[in-house]
């Protein structure tokens, strides 16, 4: 099974605040992180990543958190919109040499946002 | 790119029949997978190929099922006999390397009835 666990569930905001979405992982030796952003009926789609040498990397309107001290990342989505509302996924590569860019999948969290 | 492509989108069978996925992968692409999502379990890794041959095939739940990737452009998942516990969604991935994530399909969804 997956070894990348979330916090929450479900999470609800209102349409311009921001969101931050946590997940936790369990492999001390992963070195690539990702995120899914995964809308109904469609396939996972990737939104931002961030290598273990990294702490924080931004796109557009995205932010990923990397703490490698508690094995921890976040997304984090500045005035999030409807159409930000999806499943997010988070994912972890356990290095080189292990399982040759296996990625590990969490369970994911539902994002709804409000009007 | 048209991106990762899967064949059928929808796929309503009988129990017991045999059910053919296909994916062909993003052009230049040296990995492929193969995912099956449900609510209960999530995604759950089945089979990867790297350069077309299979790397690690510890998730397909049992020998029903078995993947196929002749070559580097095209991939077929069978499930034979299919039963009703294997209705879910199917995706195929794609990427580059083990350096980067992978680009989903959008993925068939298989009713067993």
């Known amino acids: 099974g997956e070894s990348v666990g979330l916090h929450l569930p479900t999470l609800s905001v209102q349409e311009g605040d921001n969101s931050i979405i946590n997940c936790a992982y369990s492999n001390s030796a992963s070195d690539y992180f990702i995120w899914y952003k995964q809308e109904s009926g469609k396939g996972p789609q990737f939104i931002i990543d961030?290598?273990?040498n990294m702490d924080k990397r931004q796109g557009q309107r995205v932010t990923v958190l990397l703490n490698k001290t508690v094995k921890h990342l976040s997304l984090q989505i500045a005035a999030t919109q409807p159409g930000d509302s999806a499943v997010y996924f988070c994912a972890e590569n356990w290095g080189r040499g292990s399982t040759l860019g296996r990625l590990y999948f969490g369970r994911g969290t539902q994002l709804t946002v409000w009007p | 790119d048209a991106g990762v492509i899967q064949s059928p989108r929808h796929e309503v069978t009988e129990m017991g029949q045999e059910v053919t996925l296909r994916c062909k992968p993003i052009s230049g692409h040296n990995s492929l997978f193969w995912y099956r999502q449900t609510m209960m379990r999530g995604l759950e890794l089945l089979i990867y190929?790297?350069?077309?041959?299979?790397?690690?095939d510890s998730g397909m739940p049992e020998d029903r099922f078995s993947a196929k990737m002749p070559n580097a452009s095209f991939s077929t998942l069978k499930i034979q006999p299919s039963e009703p516990r294997d209705s879910a969604v199917y995706f195929c991935?794609?990427?580059?390397?083990?350096?980067?994530?992978?680009?989903f399909g959008s993925g068939t969804r298989l009713t067993v009835v």
């Open positions: 961030i290598r273990s």
């Open positions: 991935a794609s990427s580059l390397s083990e350096d980067y994530g992978y680009t």
């Open positions: 190929f790297n350069n077309n041959v299979p790397i690690d």
